[in-house]
Structures are given as structure tokens and as C-alpha cells.
């Protein structure tokens, strides 16, 4: 599904017009970039969890020259899914 498709989804679902759902989407978006960016959590209930996570140096190879390079440590953003969605997809 792309964001078009989630905007338009999100629209007839709430029964509103698109530039409504596509704002209220990238609110959304935007608070939970800046969330995370700041090191908290957002946790929805009944969904899923939001936050940053330090992946630790390492080294890695080059696949085509096979020479060590150094992966230097970064802040991913990760997301663990609610027991609520888990069960909605089995």
C-alpha cells in the first residue's frame, strides 16, 4: 500500500476528505519522527510501540573487493507490534 492508497484508505474509513486524512497523516508522521529523534517512546495501545535504537559499530566487508570496511554506530528507528495487532493477523 502506498501513502496515496493509505491517505485515500484513511479518508473513506474516517469519512473525511483526503486533505484531512493527508494531514492528519503527516502530523502523525512528523510527531513520531521528533518523538523518537528525542529518545522517548510512543506507545499506542492496542498496536505497537515507536522508538530509536543504537545499532554498535562494526566491521563489515566489501562484497566486491572483500576488503574490512568499518560500519560506524547509528540510531535506527524500530517499531514492536501489540499483542492486539499481532492476534488481528492470525
Given at each position: 500500500m502506498t501513502k496515496a492508497e493509505l491517505i485515500e484508505a484513511v479518508a473513506?474509513?474516517?469519512d473525511v476528505p483526503k486533505t484531512v486524512a493527508e494531514g492528519?497523516?503527516?502530523a502523525f508522521?512528523?510527531?513520531v519522527k521528533e518523538g523518537i529523534?528525542?529518545?522517548e517512546k510512543i506507545t499506542l495501545v492496542g498496536f505497537g510501540t515507536f522508538y530509536a535504537a543504537e545499532r554498535p559499530a562494526r566491521t563489515g566487508r566489501n562484497p566486491r573487493t572483500g576488503e574490512e570496511i568499518q560500519i560506524p554506530s547509528c540510531t535506527v528507528p524500530k517499531f514492536?507490534?501489540?499483542k492486539a495487532l499481532k492476534?488481528?493477523?492470525n
Open positions: 473513506e474509513k474516517a492528519v497523516l503527516k508522521m512528523e510527531v529523534g528525542k529518545g514492536k507490534a501489540g492476534d488481528g493477523l
